[in-house]
């Protein structure tokens, strides 16, 4: 079932001469790991910015369920690189800003809580402030965060890309055991390609300018780890031709 569906979506900033994307079309169904890649520059984030709402397309629509999107919602949450975690906030309470402000019960918003710091592995830290946690930590509780809202659409943008390898592979498989409990459908935008290659059922690969979808694939190699396919030259076949649609 198709969740949200982008068509013939276009943008420029304000004052800025040069449109950031045009003719963006795409369509992402709901209980799927989707990961977009391109070069710097090209849009990756002015198109997650229009999904949220934070921005409204200056050409065609966005919709979700079939409804144009006119403005930020919880059913869209995005989850940043530099995490914006409320530093006078200890790591529960940063957690349950979301359904907190949205006045649900109690018991309910304790349930999840209790759900999301046992699969993130947050138990012990749970009454520690965010300052006081390392960067991997900070970005449990960020994904915590947003996923504890149960939104229908999550967005990671760079999320993981200051962590070293071993956390970041740590928060893959985070993610993976996130969004296989909640059905959502969740987008990704790395620069790593071997990330795409490992997080993503679909790769949309973003170049060209303006920013456009030069091509989407389905990815035959979702949940292959990099250093289990060092042998498999089909893997490297498909990877060489994933980099030379972003170069």
Same mark, same amino acid.
């Given at each position: ?20 994307? /045009? ?6 169904? /709901? ?102 946690? /390392? ?113």
């Amino acid at each position: 079932m198709v969740l949200l569906e982008a068509r013939n979506v276009g943008y420029k900033y304000p004052r800025s001469d040069d449109q950031s994307i /045009s003719q963006v079309s795409l369509a992402l169904n /709901s209980n799927s790991l989707n990961v977009i890649i391109g070069p710097s520059g090209i849009g990756k984030s002015t198109l997650l910015n229009l999904i949220a709402g934070y921005a409204m397309p200056q050409a065609g629509e966005l919709l979700m369920n079939g409804a144009r999107i006119t403005q930020a919602s919880w059913q869209r949450g995005i989850v940043f690189q530099d995490m914006a975690l409320y530093p006078w906030l200890n790591v529960s309470q940063n957690i349950t800003f979301g359904p907190r402000m949205r006045k649900l019960p109690a018991t309910q918003i304790e349930q999840r809580l209790t759900s999301l710091l046992t699969q993130t592995g947050l138990l012990d830290f749970k009454n520690k402030y965010v300052y006081e946690l /390392s960067g991997g930590l900070r970005q449990r509780v960020a994904l915590a965060r947003e996923f504890i809202n149960q939104p229908a659409i999550l967005m990671l943008d760079e999320s993981f890309s200051a962590l070293d390898n071993h956390i970041r592979k740590e928060m893959h498989q985070i993610l993976l055991d996130l969004w296989t409990s909640s059905g959502n459908c969740v987008i990704v935008i790395t620069h790593d390609i071997d990330e795409a290659l490992f997080l993503g059922q679909k790769i949309i690969v973003m170049n060209g300018d303006p920013g456009t979808i030069k091509q989407t694939v389905v990815n035959p190699y979702f949940k292959s780890n990099f250093d289990d396919m060092t042998s498999n030259m089909a893997y490297f076949d498909f990877r060489r031709a994933l980099l030379a649609l972003i170069e």
